[in-house]
Each structure stands twice: as C-alpha cells, then as structure tokens.
C-alpha cells in the first residue's frame, strides 16, 4: 500500500489540474486570500500524485509572493512516507516548486491523531484545502477522518470557504464506502456547535472504449452550522 498511485488519485489530480479555481487555487483567490499562509493538507497522500499536481499547477502561477502556499503531504507507514518524500524530492529538488511554495511529506494517523495530546507543529493551524483520494476502504476510516478535519479544516469566513474534497472508488465488493461517507457527514448537528457535512456529491465514470468503466464519487466536505442555518 502507497508504492502504487490509486485510480482516485489520478481522478483527483486531473480535476485539480482541469480546474484550479473549483480547489480555491486561481491567481485571483489566492492573491485575495485573507491569511499569510495558504495552507493545503492531503491525507493518506500515498506516492503524493495530488500533492505533486497542486506544485505542478502553483508553478504555473503567477501569484503575488506576499502570500506563501505550505502544502502538507501526509501518510502513516514509514516505508510510504519514504517513497513520498523521495517523489517530492525528485520532482521539486529546492523543497518545492517556488521560494514562496513549500511540499513536505509528514506523518498522520488518522486512527490516533484526535486523541494525541501533543501534536507536530504542522498541525497547530487548521488548512485551507485537504483533499484525500480512495482514504475510505474501511467501515473506520471515515468517522477516524472526520475527527481529523474536526481539528484540521479551518472554520469559514465571511469571504472564505474551506473545503475537504475526497474521491472514493465505487466498488461492488465494499458498498459501505460511499454510505459510510453520507452518514458520518451528515450526523444530527448540536444545534449551537458548527459540524461538517456533505456539501456537494458527484458520481464520477471514468474509462471506457478498451479500458473498464470505473465509478468514483466525489464528496466536497464543508462546515454547517446549524443555529444560523448557514454553511
Ligand atoms: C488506497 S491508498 C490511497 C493512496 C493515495 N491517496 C492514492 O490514491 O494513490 C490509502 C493510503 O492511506 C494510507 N493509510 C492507511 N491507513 C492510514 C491511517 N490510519 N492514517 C493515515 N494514512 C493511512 C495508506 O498508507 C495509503 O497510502
């Protein structure tokens, strides 16, 4: 697991690469953006294809470098997490793809990080973007990621709307991927605590003519909050 890149990485990155803007990453967004640091976390990054792709996309950009862009690349297991940094290394040798773009590989557990009492930190500011590609393949993985963008994701503004976008394949064999997701971001909200949920959903075909049809869903996770009814 993360020697190989996942059909929804590439799925992932060719929208990222299709449509900057949908992911807040135009010149324009990030020249208006209301903080310093632009702050992008992918999850369970693998070999980093969507990480790597977001460099690639910020090197074409020309954004005012008052602003910095950190993008998080994280994993658990020490042997990817090597094989990311070594991708990272190879194609971005200065540390990233600009003096103002910085990509790090670091480690995250999903299964253990709400509970640390003492975080890395990285960690300490929420992000403006995390993505996470085929990250839901178990019953647990989706309430253990919701925990982690309780923490992680920043909190809207008035001008500012951070997103989680996550990409999971649709297999016959693990129905519960996709129904998981829908309930765990949909949970009753305490109706004066902000909760994350749903905001967008998209099936996704992918394939065709000599290639087997695969089918991803495409959820856009974003904060709700209940008291004002507002997103
Ligand atoms: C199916 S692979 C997807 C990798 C990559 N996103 C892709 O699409 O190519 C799942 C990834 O999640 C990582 N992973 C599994 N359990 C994890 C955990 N508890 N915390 C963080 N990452 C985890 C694995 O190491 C692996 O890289």
Same mark, same amino acid.
């Given at each position: 697991? !993360?020697?190989?890149?996942?059909? !929804?990485?590439?799925?992932?990155? +060719?929208? @990222?690469?299709?449509?900057?803007? &949908? ?16 702050? @992008?976390?992918?999850?369970?990054? !693998? ?6 792709? @977001? ?19 994280? +994993? ?32 995250? +557990? ?53 997103? &989680? ?22 949970? +009753? ?17 992918? !394939? ?12 856009? @996770? ?10």
């Amino acid at each position: 697991m !993360g020697a190989q890149t996942w059909g !929804g990485s590439c799925v992932l990155a +060719d929208l @990222i690469a299709g449509d900057p803007e &949908s992911f807040g990453l135009s010149v324009a967004q990030l020249n208006a953006h209301s903080s310093e640091v632009f702050r @992008i976390l992918e999850l369970g990054a !693998g070999t980093g294809l969507v990480s790597l792709t @977001i460099g690639n996309v910020l090197q074409q950009l020309k954004f005012q470098n008052t602003r910095r862009i950190e993008i998080v690349a994280t +994993d658990y297991y020490p042997r990817v997490l090597d094989n990311l940094s070594n991708n990272i290394r190879s194609n971005f040798p200065e540390g990233g793809p600009s003096s103002d773009v910085s990509i790090v590989a670091h480690p995250l +557990d999903w299964s253990t990080f709400a509970s640390e009492g003492k975080r890395d930190g990285l960690f300490n500011e929420p992000f403006d973007l995390v993505l996470g590609a085929d990250i839901v393949y178990e019953p647990e993985h989706a309430p253990w990621i919701r925990s982690c963008l309780l923490h992680l994701l920043r909190r809207p503004s008035a001008t500012e709307m951070p997103l &989680s976008h996550l990409i999971v394949t649709k297999r016959s064999t693990h129905s519960f991927e996709a129904n998981i997701i829908e309930k765990v971001f949909a949970m +009753d909200c305490d109706p004066l605590v902000p909760c994350l949920r749903v905001v967008e959903r998209d099936i996704l075909t992918y !394939g065709g003519d000599t290639r087997e049809e695969v089918e991803y869903v495409y959820y856009k @996770i974003g904060w709700f909050y209940p008291a004002q009814g507002r997103k």
